[in-house]
Nanobody
């Protein structure tokens, strides 16, 4: 029904930057919250940042001041600009979207396939 495709991950040195993108496609009436989660080896998946359709944002404390989430509602796309990356930011990053499939449906939760971010010298 709905596909989320992420891009922009890779290998970067400490202090470097990356920009992740995630585009939703398929049967979409509207999207409520879009968010980025991450999961490091041996750890639980955690919310990194989220953004509502109106542009309100929320960040986990560890990334405040370094990461910026934004979205383009016309393109059903969410971005995560990551600056001052540190080794502890190494993880698989997942895109998440709460989607209304029709004007009368409930919200449905969809996930991307994940993109690897590795911060290492």
């Amino acid at each position: 029904q709905v596909q989320l495709v992420e891009s922009g991950g890779g290998l970067v040195q400490p202090g470097g930057s990356l920009r992740l993108s995630c585009t939703a496609s398929g049967r979409i009436f509207s999207i409520n919250v879009m968010a980025w989660y991450r999961q490091a080896p041996g750890k639980q998946r955690e919310l990194v940042a989220g953004i509502t359709a109106a542009g309100s944002t929320n960040y986990v404390d560890s990334v405040k001041g370094r990461f910026t989430i934004s979205r383009d509602n016309a393109k059903n796309t969410v971005y995560l600009q990551m600056n001052s990356l540190q080794p502890e930011d190494t993880a698989v990053y997942y895109c998440n979207a709460d989607v209304l499939l029709t004007a009368w449906s409930n919200l449905h939760d969809f996930w991307g396939q994940g993109t690897q971010v590795t911060v290492s010298s």
